[in-house]
């Protein structure tokens, strides 16, 4: 074995007291010390004079010696491992350091030093394997028991970037001020005294090598034992892993964004979250601008997006508080300079990478105030992507350095693209969440009612709770629908299920209900009629829609009619939870209406229960999601509604939010709808009704009956219409009715005017030609009122008609 050296050992291990010996150019020995002696065991007087070679243990070795002097001479010295003869005959193998010298008169000579193997530490021999650790591409080092450097190899050297001469004999806290020595000294005194060795610990810092740059180590320290087994000191091997620490960061920054980036469904906030987890690991401020229509949830535009596109600051973060870097605040324009390197990203999709910022370049010098930040914090460094998703554009993302010695570098971009794709994905959803969202929420506004009103009949006030809070759609649902004579249709239901599904549906039977209320339909009537349209719903989306069709099918519904000049309250449900009824100063009940089948099963009829209710009573329509929760069942949801009802001082409003935190005690498991109604009943002097006989003369009384009263109630000002309109209903009902006729008059907050008569068979409103000599009085009817229409009722059936009361004329008397 051999190799070479520049210089041996040093300090306690240097070759001071090694074996030494003068070699001639000959080859003949021609100087001995004591110490070659005795380690040969040969005194000088027996090996002066002869051949070195006569020395080696074999021929091989004195072939390998001329090898040797070759070397010397080309190289300036030689270290290597040898056999040689003692005195005793016995091999010993030494390790030698060869090195040229000049004898006094000029001559070409070897000085020699030679050690025992056995007895001297490996790690101690100037020897070949000196000159492989010194060139090794690992930094080595020997340290002695009090921790300072005895060896040191020449890639530690260039590690430290101080010269060795200034680190042998001193500590590690003397020249590396960069590096936590303490940790390091702490490692190493730990091996000193366990013993045991510590592989592949890792640190960072710098050096005096490059004193800007962060670097990555990798360590071992072991210790080292003497042939007696007394500790000599403790040696380290370390290579520079900072490549392979920058991946490992940048790997951990990906996982760690991924798990901070699109929490939330909300554009501005997962852009936030995206310049929040680059900083500080990978920028010292990140800039996250999106286009105008992203962040309303629209459709980004495909293909190139114009020359100017409108950009938003939609996230920004930096290592100094407030982001002060940044020209602009979240959500406030950005001005897209056309200069701008790369200035075609949001087009191509192509990023780009400034590693070092000239302040005087066009697009900085372009905008003063940008150059003045550029300037105030000494930003040097820029890396801008683009967020594109299905190959659209959505915005922008800017990476700027400043503290950060370090200029961005390709392997940087490369993070930061895939940084910056993972958020666009997340962006991209919250933008497609925001317009589904919307277009739900509009859904449900267009769905249920804007407002609610029961006129003079009812004081109304509700509530909805869907249980998807964040998306704000289900499928429960309720209406106050105003009818004819005064009276008000009270409605609510529950549809199967949850979530946009459930909504649709629910806007159907929405829409049916109130086509099915115009008719003037009685409850249990209009419910079987809608069990029809369920069925034939449920049919056709059975093979388009298999969800629609589950939830149509087995949708409940309770349908209640108000009457306040009889304050008769009739009422049908499917399936439906009865109502709670409240009368002052008594206590809550349920009604035992009959039940009903769900919507869409149409199996049995449905059947109407009627019921007196006196003038303030608390009519209380609730859905399942109210009384039946995670935390309680349905007899204990009913008891709680009970006992929160009877609050007759309180305003519906507050009486709505009383019940919901009453009853809502837990997480809410299914969407509730409330809706509380407070009746109110016409006073006698707001109603006029006369029965008329079948007499075409009684047609100028009924004008006369109707004039008087319009006097007495104030609305002199409607007396020639409301005349035209009894004179033409009554003259119909004499001509194509029997029995008794019945003249209504309702003064609210319209004037209403009933004919009633016993015939089945309803008018119909038709166009006379200009020949004809009647025909006409309906369409008449028609023209001069606010509305008209027909409903049957036990007797036969009733015409009415409605007009708008005169400003100043519409309080309406209730007692």
Same mark, same amino acid.
Request: overall charge negative.
């Given at each position: 074995?051999?190799?070479?050296?520049?210089?041996?050992?040093?300090?306690?291990?240097?070759?001071?007291?090694?074996?030494?010996?003068?070699?001639?150019?000959?080859?003949?020995?021609?100087?001995?010390?004591?110490?070659? +002696? &005795?380690?040969? $065991?040969? *005194?000088?007087?027996?090996? =002066? @004079? /002869?051949?070195? %070679? !006569?020395? #080696?243990?074999?021929?091989?070795?004195?072939?390998?010696?001329?090898?040797?002097?070759?070397?010397?001479?080309?190289?300036?010295?030689?270290?290597?491992?040898?056999?040689?003869?003692?005195?005793?005959?016995?091999?010993?193998?030494?390790?030698?350091?060869?090195?040229?010298?000049?004898?006094?008169?000029?001559?070409?000579?070897?000085?020699?030093?030679?050690?025992?193997?056995?007895?001297?530490?490996?790690?101690?021999?100037?020897?070949?394997?000196?000159?492989?650790?010194?060139?090794?591409?690992?930094?080595?080092?020997?340290?002695?028991?009090?921790?300072?450097?005895?060896?040191?190899?020449?890639?530690? +050297? &260039?590690?430290? $970037?101080? *010269?060795?001469?200034?680190? =042998? @004999? /001193?500590?590690? %806290? !003397?020249? #590396?001020?960069?590096?936590?020595?303490?940790?390091?000294?702490?490692?190493?005194?730990?091996?000193?005294?366990?013993?045991?060795?510590?592989?592949?610990?890792?640190?960072?810092?710098?050096?005096?090598?490059?004193?800007?740059?962060?670097?990555?180590?990798?360590?071992?320290?072991?210790?080292?034992?003497?042939?007696?087994?007394?500790?000599?000191?403790?040696?380290?091997?370390?290579?520079?892993?900072?490549?392979?620490?920058?991946?490992?960061?940048?790997?951990?920054?990906?996982?760690?964004?991924?798990?901070?980036?699109?929490?939330?469904?909300?554009?501005?906030?997962?852009?936030?979250?995206?310049?929040?987890?680059?900083?500080?690991?990978?920028?010292?401020?990140?800039?996250?601008?999106?286009?105008?229509?992203?962040?309303?949830?629209?459709?980004?535009?495909?293909?190139?997006?114009?020359?100017?596109?409108?950009?938003?600051?939609?996230?920004?973060?930096?290592?100094?508080?407030?982001?002060?870097?940044?020209?602009?605040?979240?959500?406030?324009?950005?001005?897209?300079?056309?200069?701008?390197?790369?200035?075609?990203?949001?087009?191509?999709?192509?990023?780009?990478?400034?590693?070092?910022?000239?302040?005087?370049?066009?697009?900085?010098?372009?905008?003063?105030?940008?150059?003045?930040?550029?300037?105030?914090?000494?930003?040097?460094?820029?890396?801008?992507?683009?967020?594109?998703?299905?190959?659209?554009?959505?915005?922008?993302?800017?990476?700027?350095?400043?503290?950060?010695?370090?200029?961005?570098?390709?392997?940087?971009?490369?993070?930061?693209?895939?940084?910056?794709?993972?958020?666009?994905?997340?962006?991209?959803?919250?933008?497609?969440?925001?317009?589904?969202?919307?277009?739900?929420?509009?859904?449900?506004?267009?769905?249920?009612?804007?407002?609610?009103?029961?006129?003079?009949?009812?004081?109304?006030?509700?509530?909805?709770?869907?249980?998807?809070?964040?998306?704000?759609?289900?499928?429960?649902?309720?209406?106050?629908?105003?009818?004819?004579?005064?009276?008000?249709?009270?409605?609510?239901?529950?549809?199967?299920?949850?979530?946009?599904?459930?909504?649709?549906?629910?806007?159907?039977?929405?829409?049916?209900?109130?086509?099915?209320?115009?008719?003037?339909?009685?409850?249990?009537?209009?419910?079987?009629?809608?069990?029809?349209?369920?069925?034939?719903?449920?049919?056709?989306?059975?093979?388009?829609?298999?969800?629609?069709?589950?939830?149509?099918?087995?949708?409940?519904?309770?349908?209640?009619?108000?009457?306040?000049?009889?304050?008769?309250?009739?009422?049908?449900?499917?399936?439906?939870?009865?109502?709670?009824?409240?009368?002052?100063?008594?206590?809550?009940?349920?009604?035992?209406?009959?039940?009903?089948?769900?919507?869409?099963?149409?199996?049995?009829?449905?059947?109407?229960?009627?019921?007196?209710?006196?003038?303030?009573?608390?009519?209380?329509?609730?859905?399942?999601?109210?009384?039946?929760?995670?935390?309680?069942?349905?007899?204990?949801?009913?008891?709680?509604?009970?006992?929160?009802?009877?609050?007759?001082?309180?305003?519906?409003?507050?009486?709505?939010?009383?019940?919901?935190?009453?009853?809502?005690?837990?997480?809410?498991?299914?969407?509730?709808?409330?809706?509380?109604?407070?009746?109110?009943?016409?006073?006698?002097?707001?109603?006029?009704?006369?029965?008329?006989?079948?007499?075409?003369?009684?047609?100028?009384?009924?004008?006369?009956?109707?004039?008087?009263?319009?006097?007495?109630?104030?609305?002199?000002?409607?007396?020639?219409?409301?005349?035209?309109?009894?004179?033409?209903?009554?003259?119909?009902?004499?001509?194509?009715?029997?029995?008794?006729?019945?003249?209504?008059?309702?003064?609210?907050?319209?004037?209403?005017?009933?004919?009633?008569?016993?015939?089945?068979?309803?008018?119909?409103?038709?166009?006379?030609?200009?020949?004809?000599?009647?025909?006409?009085?309906?369409?008449?009817?028609?023209?001069?009122?606010?509305?008209?229409?027909?409903?049957?009722?036990?007797?036969?059936?009733?015409?009415?008609?409605?007009?708008?009361?005169?400003?100043?004329?519409?309080?309406?008397?209730?007692?």
């Amino acid at each position: 074995m051999e190799g070479g050296t520049r210089a041996g050992l040093v300090g306690p291990t240097d070759l001071s007291h090694a074996a030494t010996a003068v070699i001639d150019k000959h080859g003949i020995i021609v100087g001995w010390t004591g110490a070659a +002696e &005795r380690l040969l $065991g040969h *005194p000088g007087a027996d090996v =002066l @004079g /002869r051949p070195a %070679s !006569d020395l #080696l243990a074999s021929s091989e070795d004195a072939s390998r010696v001329a090898e040797v002097v070759e070397r010397c001479r080309a190289a300036g010295c030689w270290s290597g491992f040898l056999d040689v003869r003692r005195s005793d005959g016995q091999y010993l193998k030494v390790g030698l350091q060869i090195s040229p010298m000049a004898d006094s008169e000029g001559c070409e000579c070897w000085l020699v030093f030679a050690i025992d193997l056995a007895k001297t530490p490996s790690w101690a021999v100037s020897s070949v394997l000196e000159g492989f650790l010194t060139r090794s591409p690992i930094g080595m080092a020997v340290l002695s028991p009090d921790l300072r450097y005895v060896w040191m190899n020449d890639t530690l +050297e &260039r590690y430290g $970037g101080i *010269p060795r001469e200034e680190r =042998l @004999g /001193r500590r590690m %806290s !003397d020249s #590396l001020p960069g590096l936590d020595t303490a940790a390091l000294e702490a490692q190493m005194r730990r091996v000193l005294e366990t013993g045991e060795p510590v592989i592949d610990y890792e640190y960072q810092g710098w050096t005096w090598a490059e004193p800007h740059r962060q670097h990555a180590y990798s360590t071992s320290f072991f210790r080292l034992l003497g042939a007696d087994g007394d500790v000599l000191g403790v040696c380290y091997m370390g290579m520079d892993v900072t490549d392979r620490w920058k991946a490992r960061e940048r790997l951990n920054l990906l996982n760690e964004a991924g798990a901070r980036i699109g929490r939330t469904l909300d554009v501005m906030r997962t852009a936030q979250e995206l310049a929040e987890a680059a900083v500080p690991r990978l920028a010292d401020c990140v800039l996250v601008d999106l286009l105008e229509p992203v962040l309303h949830g629209e459709e980004p535009t495909p293909g190139p997006v114009g020359s100017k596109p409108v950009l938003l600051r939609a996230g920004m973060h930096s290592i100094r508080a407030g982001t002060p870097e940044s020209i602009v605040r979240r959500g406030e324009p950005v001005d897209l300079l056309p200069s701008l390197p790369g200035g075609q990203f949001l087009v191509d999709g192509q990023a780009f990478l400034t590693p070092r910022l000239d302040p005087d370049s066009a697009w900085v010098v372009e905008d003063p105030s940008r150059a003045e930040k550029i300037r105030e914090f000494g930003l040097h460094s820029v890396m801008v992507v683009p967020l594109r998703a299905r190959g659209n554009p959505l915005g922008v993302a800017s990476f700027v350095r400043s503290r950060h010695p370090d200029p961005f570098e390709e392997d940087d971009l490369l993070l930061a693209e895939e940084l910056v794709a993972r958020a666009a994905v997340s962006v991209d959803n919250a933008r497609r969440y925001a317009r589904e969202h919307a277009a739900a929420l509009a859904l449900q506004r267009s769905l249920l009612p804007h407002a609610l009103t029961g006129g003079s009949a009812l004081e109304v006030a509700s509530r909805y709770l869907p249980t998807d809070v964040q998306g704000g759609v289900g499928g429960d649902w309720f209406d106050v629908i105003p009818l004819s004579g005064a009276r008000v249709a009270l409605v609510v239901g529950d549809v199967v299920g949850h979530g946009i599904n459930a909504a649709v549906t629910m806007g159907r039977l929405r829409t049916a209900v109130h086509t099915l209320a115009d008719m003037d339909l009685p409850p249990e009537e209009l419910l079987a009629h809608l069990d029809d349209l369920v069925i034939r719903l449920a049919e056709e989306e059975d093979q388009n829609d298999e969800a629609i069709a589950t939830a149509v099918l087995g949708a409940t519904c309770l349908y209640a009619v108000y009457d306040p000049v009889t304050r008769r309250c009739t009422m049908a449900r499917a399936g439906h939870p009865p109502p709670a009824i409240a009368v002052p100063g008594g206590s809550v009940t349920f009604p035992d209406l009959p039940a009903g089948p769900p919507l869409g099963l149409g199996s049995l009829p449905f059947e109407s229960a009627e019921l007196e209710l006196p003038e303030g009573s608390l009519i209380a329509l609730y859905t399942d999601g109210l009384i039946e929760t995670c935390d309680q069942d349905i007899d204990v949801g009913l008891t709680r509604l009970s006992d929160v009802l009877p609050k007759p001082g309180l305003v519906l409003e507050d009486l709505c939010t009383l019940v919901v935190d009453a009853l809502l005690t837990g997480p809410q498991t299914d969407d509730v709808a409330l809706l509380l109604a407070r009746t109110r009943a016409l006073s006698p002097n707001q109603v006029a009704s006369w029965d008329l006989p079948t007499d075409p003369a009684i047609v100028a009384s009924a004008r006369s009956l109707t004039v008087r009263q319009l006097t007495e109630w104030g609305l002199e000002e409607l007396e020639m219409t409301t005349e035209l309109v009894v004179s033409e209903l009554v003259t119909n009902a004499i001509r194509h009715a029997t029995g008794p006729i019945r003249l209504r008059l309702i003064r609210q907050d319209v004037l209403i005017c009933e004919v009633s008569d016993t015939s089945n068979t309803s008018p119909r409103l038709r166009h006379a030609r200009t020949t004809d000599e009647g025909g006409r009085g309906l369409f008449l009817v028609a023209q001069m009122t606010r509305r008209w229409g027909t409903r049957y009722i036990a007797a036969g059936k009733l015409i009415w008609a409605e007009q708008d009361l005169p400003r100043g004329r519409s309080a309406i008397k209730i007692q």
